[in-house]
Nanobody, 116 residues
Framework: QVQLVESGGGLVQAGGSLRLSCAASGSIFSMPAVGWYHQASGKSPELVGFMVGDGSTRYEDSVKGRFSISRDNAKNTVYLQMNSLKPEDTGVYYC??????????WGQGTQVTVSS
């Protein structure tokens, strides 16, 4: 099973940008799609968006036009570019296969804090 490790989080002011990285231990093409998930404090992780093997992407309405997913095939890394950040974007971000299966597990994630 491919392991995924998130990085790139931090503290940013509202309106700022961050780029998160998701490094895979193996080929990212071993998964049908790679998703980014957001877990706000006290809530379960929710899908933000995902990228399919052919490079197409889908996003939740709350981040459309602000977030974008890209990848570097040579580095087996998927990125989440987050622009125009809002305080409600605060939380832990995870990457995981999409759709998630029973054997998939959450890694450590990366914390994003957006100050108002």
């Amino acid at each position: 099973q491919v392991q995924l490790v998130e990085s790139g989080g931090g503290l940013v002011q509202a309106g700022g940008s961050l780029r998160l990285s998701c490094a895979a231990s193996g080929s990212i093409f071993s998964m049908p799609a790679v998703g980014w998930y957001h877990q706000a404090s006290g809530k379960s992780p929710e899908l933000v968006g995902f990228m399919v093997g052919d490079g197409s992407t889908r996003y939740e309405d709350s981040v459309k036009g602000r977030f974008s997913i890209s990848r570097d095939n040579a580095k087996n890394t998927v990125y989440l570019q987050m622009n125009s950040l809002k305080p409600e974007d605060t939380g832990v971000y995870y990457c995981n296969p999409w759709p998630r299966g029973p054997s998939d597990y959450w890694g450590q994630g990366t914390q994003v804090t957006v100050s108002s």
